[in-house]
């Protein structure tokens, strides 16, 4: 994991990596908040915005509890998309 400390133009950024962006998207004016997903195709990186309007606390647990939802609700699917073998299992 890496950062850049200097300011960075996220409507023409040269920087690899995924971009973040934690709860200041809707800060942009629309002109900019279009040309920062533009940038993001043009050079082929990954990028990240959360943005909502719920609390923080909310922000940061539900990637982590979506995460955890997926393979718990696996079992209960009607159709799996894979099937236990090991020890019997059917």
């Not at 300011?7 to 004016?29: K, L």
């Not at 609390?55 to 979506?66: D, E, I, M, N, R």
């Amino acid at each position: 994991m890496d950062y850049v400390s200097s300011s960075v133009d996220a409507t023409d950024c040269e920087v690899e990596g995924t971009r973040t962006i934690y709860g200041a998207f809707h800060h942009f004016p629309p002109a900019l908040a279009r040309r920062m997903p533009q940038n993001v195709v043009d050079t082929r990186q990954p990028m990240v915005v959360v943005d909502t309007k719920r609390p923080f606390l909310y922000v940061l647990l539900f990637p982590f509890l979506t995460t955890l939802a997926v393979p718990l609700s696996a079992p209960l699917q009607r159709n799996p998309p894979y099937r236990a073998t090991c020890c019997g299992w059917r």
